[in-house]
């Protein structure tokens, strides 16, 4: 696949960039499909995403400070305020109107999940939809984002992927399973979601127990896993007596080749087990995920020929497809 990140089509989606508790410190620097940005909560509490550049001589707006919702650039001091609007210029005469250039362009954000969501475009849809996050019987489980040297096309292929499970995840639930990937059926998974149902049996380590509730070595797992164009994948996971775990994996394009990954956890069990033992095994599954990936190069080739793939590929082929649709490829 050749560059994607600039193609003016993903413009049109939405992306989480960042966890909404890391504004609490002050402004926050992000890359979002090659463009830097800034993000701070106004005066009003929204969150706002602008060019990481001062209009003034272009200074990171990232590096300043803000106080009562009041962005300042650390270079001259020019102050913005809500929707980015430049509210003060320290070196000019407080009577002299402010220049319509010196307000700061920004993109639409939005807040859910616990995350910061931005389109730099015209959204082309609704974020993707969580429907356990308006649902008492679960608690949702934020974690860390981090940045992974890998394409998102390729962690969007290898997030749709079963067949991985045994050789990548052999050190956490992989060694359990069946290499061999019965025959797998495409379906709409509802709330926009689309990808495939299957069941398998996973290892279930002592460090697993809290996670799945079981101190058996082996568990049967009842999932799901599908996509939401363009980068979004949810897996769940329903276990015998009934306790659930969904993951939210986001894979936002720093640029072609660079990543900010994060994921989300909601279970309906009793609330009892600290959340750090939960996401600990899920983060060792996502550090396997991460040290195969930062081994393969490039970005995804989108076109049928560019990649052998046999049936157990098919939610990855069906992604690809769709994503290639979007991008007019």
């Not at 940005?37 to 995403?49: F, M, S, Y």
């Not at 003060?88 to 010196?102: E, G, V, W, Y």
């Not at 994921?263 to 899920?282: G, L």
Request: overall charge negative; aromatic content about 10%; hydrophobic content about 40%.
């Amino acid at each position: 696949m050749a560059a994607f990140a600039d193609h003016p089509a993903l413009r049109d989606h939405w992306y989480a960039v960042a966890r909404s508790s890391e504004l609490d410190a002050g402004p926050v620097g992000v890359t979002l499909l090659g463009e830097p940005l800034v993000l701070w909560c106004d005066p009003a509490g929204d969150v706002v995403a602008a060019p990481d550049r001062c209009p003034h001589r272009e200074a990171p707006l990232s590096a300043g400070t803000v106080t009562d919702g009041e962005l300042t650039c650390c270079y001259h001091g020019w102050c913005f305020g809500e929707g980015g609007a430049c509210v003060r210029i320290p070196s000019a005469d407080p009577a002299t109107p402010i220049p319509p250039a010196a307000h700061l362009s920004t993109h639409r954000c939005q807040e859910a999940y616990g995350l910061v969501w931005v389109c730099p475009g015209e959204p082309a849809g609704p974020l993707p939809c969580i429907a356990q996050e308006h649902d008492p019987r679960f608690r949702r489980i934020n974690t860390e984002g981090e940045i992974w040297a890998a394409s998102t096309t390729r962690m969007v292929d290898n997030f749709l992927d079963i067949a991985h499970f045994p050789w990548v995840h052999a050190g956490t639930f992989g060694g359990a399973q069946e290499p061999r990937v019965d025959h797998i059926d495409l379906e709409d998974l509802g709330d926009g979601w689309f990808g495939y149902v299957y069941e398998v049996d996973a290892g279930n380590p002592a460090e697993a127990v809290a996670v799945t509730g079981s101190e058996a070595g082996i568990v049967h797992r009842w999932m799901s896993t599908g996509f939401h164009l363009p980068f979004t994948v949810r897996s769940t996971i329903r276990y015998q007596d009934g306790l659930e775990h969904i993951l939210l994996l986001v894979s936002t394009p720093v640029d072609d080749v660079t990543s900010w990954f994060t994921f989300v956890v909601w279970r309906n069990d009793d609330f009892s087990v600290d959340p750090e033992e939960i996401i600990a095994f899920d983060r060792a599954i996502g550090a396997e995920d991460k040290a195969m990936l930062e081994q393969v190069p490039g970005t995804l080739p989108l076109a049928r020929t560019g990649l052998v793939s046999v049936q157990a590929d098919k939610p990855s082929v069906a992604w690809r497809r769709q994503l290639a649709e979007l991008l007019g490829r």
